[in-house]
C-alpha cells in the first residue's frame, strides 16, 4: 500500500473514532486535533501527488508543441484531417530517423557481423498461415453497443485500473489495490472471457458514450489484400519483418558457408491494423522495426562474447518480481545468467547489448528496465522472453523485445514447405551421442487423432532424450500426458499409445539440427519519442520565456552544425561558404543561419532542434582566420583555427573526441551578455 492510501485509511478510521467519541458523548477534542493533523498532511500529500502529474503533462505538452511545430512528426493527411496510428516525419524527424538506423547498423550487423537483408513488405497467405499470424495474430475487441465504436478490451480495463489506483478521493484497502494491481499487471495476457468478466465487474463503459460494450472478441491485426488481378491470391502487409528472414534461413546458412551460430537482420516497415491507435509514435499502424535472428544449436546456447558483458549492471524485473506495484532488481547480467533470472547467454548477451545501444542514444539507465514476460504471456513454443522498457510519461513503455523462440518457426516453414530447414554441426572426430527411440502403436495413433495422426507421430519421433523420457514418466503416472504439436495445437497422449522407450547410443560425425531463435526485435519510432523525452530539457533562463532544448547526442543530431555569421555584413558569405563546403566533405549535414534575429536568438531557435555545434564568423574571422565553436548543452565556446573546424566537428560528431578535450586544446572565449 502506498503512503498516501495508509494516510487516507488512517483518516478514515481516526474520523470514525472522533463520531463514536461524539456519540457516546465523551471528551474527543484530542482525537480531533491528530484527526486534523492527518487530514493536513494527506492534504500536502495530494497536492504534491498534483503538482508532479501536472509538471508532467505539461512537460509532455512543451515536448509535443516542439515536435510539431518544427516538423519532427505529424499526423499524416493532415489537411484531410489525419488518421489514427499514421504519422508523417518532417526533414528534422527524417534526418534523426536516419541517424538511429545508421546506428544501430554500426552497433549491431558490423559490430556483431550480421548478415543483413531486405524483404518484401507483401507476404503471401500461406507464410503466415504457417507462423501462426492468420490464426493467432489478434488482439480483443469490444464495441459500444449503440455507435459501434471499437475499443481495444485490455486497454480499456487496463486504464480502468490505472484511474482507480490514482484516484485521490476513494480510498482503497490493501486487498483491493492488491486486487487491482494484479488485473492491470495482468489485462494483456487475458482470455476474451476474463476481459469480459473485468469488464462487467468493474462496469467499464465506452469511454466516449458511457454505453455498455459488448463481450470482447478476437479482431485479426493483420492488413488483408490480394496479390494479382484474379483477387484469388490472397496476400498480407507484413506484421514483423522475421518472416522474410526465417523462410530465406537456407540460403543464409548457405552463404554462410554453413556454420553456425550465425544472426541475419532486417529494417524495414511493419503493419499492423491496430484498433485504437494512441499516445502519438507509440501504437501506430505503420511503423519501422530493427529485427534480428540469432540462430543456435538448442542444446549449446552460449555465446563467446558474453564475458564481454558479464559484468554490466542493469535493472530486471522478473515474472516472480511482479507481485503488487513490482520490484525492480539491481544485477549484473553475469549474476543473473549464475542464478537462472535469464534463461541463457546469448539471451542476456543481446539484452546487454540493446541496454548499451539504448543509453548511447541517450536513454537514461535509471528509466530502463528489462521486464520478463510471465508464463502466461509467452507463446507456447517461446523458453524465454524480456523486454526493454523505457518509463516515459506515459509510463513504462515496451521498445525492444528479446525472445528466445525456440525451434518453432525454422519447424513451421519446414513442416509447411517441406524444404529442409536444418543445420549441421561436422565432428573432427565421430562421438557417442544418447538417442531416444519412441515404438508407437500407430493404429492405435491413427485412430484416435485421424488426419492429425502424421503430424503426431513425426512430433513425437522427434523428441530429444529428455522430453522423451519426462513422455513416458508422466505416461506413467498420470495414465495421460499432454504434448503441444509445433502447430501449437495440444493432443493428449494416453499410455496405450507408447509401446517402450529406449534410449541407444549411436555414433555420430555430424549432428543434424533444427536451429533456435534468438530474437531482439526493436520498434524503431517508439525508440526515437522515447529519446526525445529523455532528452528534452527547458533551460534554466532567468527570463520569461521557456527555452526548450533537445539534448540530443551528436552523433543523432538531425542537424550535426549550423554556421552563424555576426550579422548579414556580406563580408562574412565567403568565410561561411567555405566552413559549409568542408563540413559537407567531411559527411557533416549543417546549414548556414543568416537571419536577422540576434545570436542568442538563432542560438536557441538551433537549440531546439537539438543542433550540437554552432560555428560563429565574426569580424576578427577574416584577420586572425578562425571562429567561435559553441557547445549546445554547456553553451560554452572555443577559438579554432578556420582551417581545424570541419575536421573538429567530424571526430566530436563521430565520438572520437570529447568537448572535455576540445576545450583542454583550444582557447575558451567568454560569452557575451546577450549570446544567449
Given at each position: 500500500?502506498?503512503?498516501?492510501?495508509?494516510?487516507?485509511?488512517?483518516?478514515?478510521?481516526?474520523?470514525?473514532?472522533?463520531?463514536?467519541?461524539?456519540?457516546?458523548?465523551?471528551?474527543?477534542?484530542?482525537?480531533?486535533?491528530?484527526?486534523?493533523?492527518?487530514?493536513?498532511?494527506?492534504?500536502?500529500?495530494?497536492?504534491?501527488?498534483?503538482?508532479?502529474?501536472?509538471?508532467?503533462?505539461?512537460?509532455?505538452?512543451?515536448?509535443?508543441?516542439?515536435?510539431?511545430?518544427?516538423?519532427?512528426?505529424?499526423?499524416?493527411?493532415e489537411?484531410?484531417?489525419g488518421?489514427?496510428?499514421?504519422?508523417?516525419?518532417?526533414?528534422?524527424?527524417?534526418a534523426?530517423?536516419?541517424?538511429?538506423?545508421?546506428?544501430?547498423?554500426?552497433?549491431?550487423?558490423?559490430?556483431?557481423?550480421?548478415?543483413?537483408?531486405?524483404?518484401?513488405?507483401?507476404?503471401?497467405?500461406?507464410?503466415?498461415?504457417?507462423?501462426?499470424?492468420?490464426?493467432?495474430?489478434?488482439?480483443?475487441?469490444?464495441?459500444d453497443?449503440?455507435?459501434?465504436?471499437c475499443?481495444?478490451?485490455?486497454?480499456?480495463?487496463?486504464?480502468?485500473?490505472?484511474?482507480?489506483?490514482?484516484?485521490?478521493?476513494?480510498?482503497?484497502?490493501?486487498?483491493v489495490?492488491?486486487?487491482?494491481?494484479?488485473?492491470?499487471?495482468?489485462?494483456?495476457?487475458y482470455?476474451?472471457?476474463?476481459?469480459?468478466?473485468?469488464?462487467?465487474?468493474?462496469?467499464?463503459?465506452?469511454?466516449?458514450?458511457?454505453?455498455?460494450?459488448?463481450?470482447?472478441?478476437?479482431f485479426?491485426?493483420?492488413?488483408?489484400?490480394?496479390?494479382?488481378?484474379?483477387?484469388?491470391?490472397?496476400?498480407?502487409?507484413?506484421?514483423?519483418?522475421?518472416?522474410?528472414?526465417?523462410?530465406?534461413?537456407?540460403?543464409?546458412?548457405?552463404?554462410?558457408g554453413?556454420?553456425?551460430?550465425f544472426?541475419?537482420?532486417?529494417?524495414?516497415?511493419?503493419?499492423?491494423?491496430?484498433?485504437?491507435?494512441?499516445?502519438?509514435?507509440?501504437?501506430?499502424?505503420?511503423?519501422?522495426?530493427?529485427?534480428?535472428e540469432?540462430?543456435?544449436?538448442?542444446?549449446?546456447?552460449?555465446?563467446?562474447?558474453?564475458?564481454?558483458?558479464?559484468?554490466?549492471?542493469?535493472?530486471?524485473?522478473?515474472?516472480?518480481?511482479?507481485?503488487?506495484?513490482?520490484?525492480?532488481?539491481?544485477?549484473?547480467?553475469?549474476?543473473?545468467?549464475?542464478?537462472?533470472?535469464?534463461?541463457?547467454?546469448?539471451?542476456?548477451?543481446?539484452?546487454?547489448?540493446?541496454?548499451?545501444?539504448l543509453?548511447?542514444?541517450g536513454?537514461?539507465?535509471?528509466?530502463?528496465?528489462?521486464?520478463?514476460?510471465?508464463?502466461?504471456?509467452?507463446?507456447?513454443?517461446?523458453?524465454?522472453?524480456?523486454?526493454?522498457?523505457?518509463?516515459?510519461?506515459?509510463?513504462?513503455?515496451?521498445?525492444?523485445?528479446?525472445?528466445?523462440?525456440?525451434?518453432?518457426?525454422?519447424?513451421?516453414?519446414?513442416?509447411?514447405?517441406?524444404?529442409?530447414?536444418?543445420?549441421?554441426?561436422?565432428?573432427?572426430?565421430?562421438?557417442?551421442?544418447?538417442?531416444?527411440?519412441?515404438?508407437?502403436?500407430?493404429?492405435?495413433?491413427?485412430?484416435?487423432?485421424?488426419?492429425?495422426?502424421?503430424?503426431?507421430?513425426?512430433?513425437?519421433?522427434?523428441?530429444?532424450?529428455?522430453?522423451?523420457?519426462?513422455?513416458?514418466?508422466?505416461?506413467?503416472?498420470?495414465?495421460?500426458?499432454?504434448?503441444?504439436?509445433?502447430?501449437?495445437?495440444?493432443?493428449?497422449?494416453?499410455?496405450?499409445?507408447?509401446?517402450?522407450?529406449?534410449?541407444e547410443?549411436?555414433?555420430?560425425?555430424?549432428?543434424?539440427?533444427?536451429?533456435?531463435?534468438?530474437?531482439?526485435s526493436?520498434?524503431?519510432?517508439?525508440?526515437?519519442?522515447?529519446?526525445?523525452?529523455?532528452?528534452?530539457?527547458?533551460?534554466?533562463?532567468?527570463?520569461?520565456?521557456?527555452?526548450?532544448?533537445?539534448?540530443?547526442?551528436?552523433?543523432?543530431?538531425?542537424?550535426?552544425?549550423?554556421?552563424?555569421?555576426?550579422?548579414?555584413?556580406?563580408?562574412?558569405?565567403?568565410?561561411?561558404?567555405?566552413?559549409?563546403?568542408?563540413?559537407?566533405?567531411?559527411?557533416?549535414?549543417?546549414?548556414?543561419e543568416?537571419?536577422?534575429?540576434?545570436?542568442?536568438?538563432?542560438?536557441?531557435?538551433?537549440?531546439?532542434?537539438?543542433?550540437?555545434?554552432?560555428?560563429?564568423?565574426?569580424?576578427e574571422?577574416e584577420?586572425?582566420?578562425?571562429?567561435?565553436?559553441?557547445?549546445?548543452?554547456?553553451?560554452?565556446?572555443?577559438?579554432?583555427?578556420?582551417?581545424?573546424?570541419?575536421?573538429?566537428?567530424?571526430?566530436?560528431?563521430?565520438?572520437?573526441a570529447?568537448?572535455?578535450?576540445?576545450?583542454?586544446?583550444?582557447?575558451?572565449?567568454?560569452?557575451?551578455?546577450?549570446?544567449?
Amino acid at each position: 500500500m502506498s503512503a498516501t492510501d495508509s494516510l487516507r485509511v488512517a483518516v478514515n478510521a481516526q474520523s470514525e473514532l472522533v463520531r463514536t467519541l461524539k456519540d457516546e458523548k465523551k471528551d474527543f477534542e484530542a482525537e480531533l486535533k491528530k484527526l486534523q493533523e492527518l487530514k493536513q498532511q494527506l492534504a500536502e500529500l495530494d497536492e504534491k501527488a498534483n503538482a508532479e502529474k501536472n509538471k508532467l503533462k505539461n512537460f509532455r505538452s512543451d515536448l509535443e508543441d516542439l515536435l510539431t511545430r518544427r516538423f519532427f512528426y505529424i499526423p499524416a493527411f493532415e489537411i484531410y484531417g489525419g488518421v489514427g496510428g499514421l504519422y508523417d516525419y518532417g526533414p528534422p524527424g527524417c534526418a534523426l530517423k536516419d541517424s538511429l538506423v545508421d546506428f544501430w547498423r554500426q552497433h549491431f550487423v558490423l559490430c556483431e557481423s550480421m548478415l543483413e537483408v531486405s524483404c518484401t513488405c507483401l507476404t503471401p497467405r500461406p507464410v503466415l498461415k504457417a507462423s501462426g499470424h492468420v490464426d493467432r495474430f489478434t488482439d480483443f475487441m469490444v464495441r459500444d453497443e449503440k455507435t459501434q465504436d471499437c475499443f481495444r478490451a485490455d486497454k480499456l480495463v487496463e486504464e480502468h485500473c490505472e484511474k482507480a489506483l490514482g484516484d485521490t478521493k476513494t480510498v482503497l484497502t490493501a486487498e483491493v489495490r492488491g486486487e487491482i494491481q494484479d488485473v492491470l499487471q495482468n489485462a494483456g495476457a487475458y482470455n476474451a472471457k476474463q476481459l469480459g468478466e473485468a469488464i462487467r465487474k468493474y462496469n467499464i463503459t465506452s469511454p466516449d458514450t458511457g454505453n455498455q460494450l459488448s463481450d470482447p472478441f478476437p479482431f485479426n491485426l493483420m492488413f488483408e489484400t490480394q496479390i494479382g488481378p484474379t483477387g484469388k491470391f490472397v496476400g498480407y502487409l507484413r506484421p514483423e519483418t522475421a518472416q522474410g528472414i526465417f523462410v530465406n534461413f537456407r540460403r543464409l546458412l548457405d552463404f554462410n558457408g554453413g556454420r553456425m551460430p550465425f544472426a541475419a537482420a532486417q529494417i524495414g516497415l511493419g503493419f499492423r491494423n491496430e484498433i485504437a491507435p494512441r499516445s502519438g509514435l507509440l501504437r501506430v499502424r505503420e511503423f519501422l522495426m530493427g529485427e534480428i535472428e540469432h540462430f543456435v544449436n538448442p542444446e549449446d546456447k552460449s555465446h563467446p562474447r558474453f564475458k564481454e558483458i558479464a559484468n554490466l549492471q542493469t535493472q530486471l524485473l522478473g515474472r516472480t518480481d511482479q507481485v503488487g506495484e513490482g520490484t525492480i532488481r539491481t544485477t549484473t547480467f553475469g549474476e543473473a545468467i549464475k542464478n537462472r533470472i535469464i534463461d541463457n547467454e546469448t539471451l542476456a548477451y543481446f539484452m546487454a547489448r540493446t541496454q548499451l545501444f539504448l543509453t548511447s542514444c541517450g536513454i537514461k539507465s535509471d528509466r530502463l528496465r528489462f521486464r520478463q514476460h510471465k508464463s502466461d504471456e509467452m507463446a507456447h513454443y517461446a523458453a524465454d522472453c524480456w523486454d526493454a522498457e523505457i518509463l516515459t510519461s506515459y509510463g513504462w513503455v515496451e521498445c525492444v523485445g528479446h525472445a528466445d523462440r525456440s525451434c518453432y518457426d525454422l519447424k513451421m516453414h519446414a513442416q509447411t514447405s517441406k524444404v529442409d530447414l536444418s543445420a549441421q554441426q561436422v565432428f573432427d572426430k565421430p562421438i557417442l551421442v544418447d538417442t531416444a527411440v519412441l515404438s508407437l502403436d500407430n493404429a492405435k495413433v491413427g485412430k484416435t487423432f485421424g488426419k492429425k495422426s502424421q503430424e503426431v507421430m513425426a512430433h513425437l519421433r522427434e523428441l530429444g532424450k529428455d522430453d522423451a523420457v519426462s513422455l513416458v514418466d508422466n505416461l506413467k503416472k498420470n495414465g495421460t500426458a499432454q504434448v503441444t504439436l509445433p502447430s501449437g495445437d495440444a493432443v493428449t497422449i494416453a499410455q496405450d499409445m507408447v509401446k517402450d522407450l529406449k534410449i541407444e547410443q549411436k555414433k555420430i560425425s555430424t549432428l543434424k539440427f533444427t536451429p533456435s531463435v534468438i530474437e531482439p526485435s526493436f520498434g524503431l519510432g517508439r525508440i526515437i519519442y522515447s529519446i526525445l523525452e529523455h532528452c528534452y530539457y527547458l533551460r534554466d533562463d532567468k527570463s520569461s520565456e521557456k527555452r526548450g532544448v533537445l539534448g540530443l547526442p551528436a552523433f543523432l543530431a538531425p542537424q550535426k552544425c549550423a554556421i552563424l555569421p555576426l550579422s548579414a555584413n556580406p563580408a562574412f558569405d565567403s568565410a561561411c561558404s567555405q566552413i559549409a563546403k568542408d563540413l559537407y566533405e567531411h559527411g557533416l549535414s549543417c546549414k548556414v543561419e543568416s537571419s536577422s534575429a540576434s545570436i542568442g536568438r538563432r542560438y536557441a531557435r538551433l537549440d531546439e532542434l537539438g543542433v550540437p555545434f554552432g560555428i560563429t564568423v565574426d569580424f576578427e574571422t577574416e584577420k586572425d582566420k578562425s571562429v567561435t565553436i559553441r557547445e549546445r548543452d554547456s553553451m560554452e565556446q572555443v577559438r579554432v583555427p578556420v582551417v581545424d573546424a570541419a575536421s573538429l566537428i567530424e571526430r566530436l560528431v563521430k565520438r572520437k573526441a570529447t568537448w572535455a578535450d576540445t576545450k583542454q586544446k583550444y582557447p575558451n572565449v567568454q560569452r557575451a551578455a546577450d549570446d544567449e
